[in-house]
Each structure stands twice: as C-alpha cells, then as structure tokens.
C-alpha cells in the first residue's frame, strides 16, 4: 500500500478505535462495535493474558502483526467445522501446521462466563 494511503488508513482505523475502545483499569474493553484496536510500533516480543467473555455464533479474535490470528469463536457451529472452528477458542488457523501453538489443548470455553488463555508472541512465531 502506498505511503499516503496507508496513513490514511492507519487514520481511519486509529479514529474508528477511538468510539469503540477504551481503556478501563488493566482492561481494554470494547462496546461490541467498530474495528480494530491497533498498535503502530514494531513490538518484537508481545504477550497477552486474554479473559474475555462470549456467546454462541460468535466469531472474533486477535490478529498479531495481521496474521496469524488467534481465533474466538464458537467451536460447536456446525456452519464453520469446515474452517477449523472444532479447534477454538485459542486456535490458529494461519500457522504453519505442526507448529506449536497452532492448536490449543483445549477447546472448553463457557459461553456467558469468563474464559481465558496465553499469547507469547517473539519475533514471527
């Protein structure tokens, strides 16, 4: 993407986050709406502890430098077994297969309760 289109881009994204995400004690909490919560920097190493809470037929995640993307979603909706969902929550579809970390131990989550797991993410893997 050129320069100038990216800059607009990044823009519009750091505006759209703006309306839907806050920061609220050690949480970041979203209203269910908008895009993405972004970071510009080029972080070498991240890591998160993820709590988060979710329904049936949800379908979210997070994305680490684009891709891959660490999958929430509901694991038991038979319309999207065809694209790994039998393996989330936690589950990342873009990695190389074999990698580890690419598929959780787990696939228990609780609908309505708080669920939670572990990114530790250092340079592409």
Known sequence: MPADERADQDRAWTDDMAKHWRAENDELVNDGGGKYATHREGLRRLRFLVEYR???????????????????????????????????????????????????????QAFGEWNAFRIIMVGSR
């Open 54 to 108: 979710t329904v049936p037929r949800a379908d979210s995640g997070i994305y680490l430098r684009g891709v891959p993307q660490v999958q929430i979603w509901d694991y038991t909706e038979e319309g999207k077994f065809g694209i790994g969902a039998t393996r989330a929550p936690a589950a990342s579809e873009q990695q190389p297969r074999g990698r580890p970390g690419r598929i959780p131990a787990s696939r228990r």
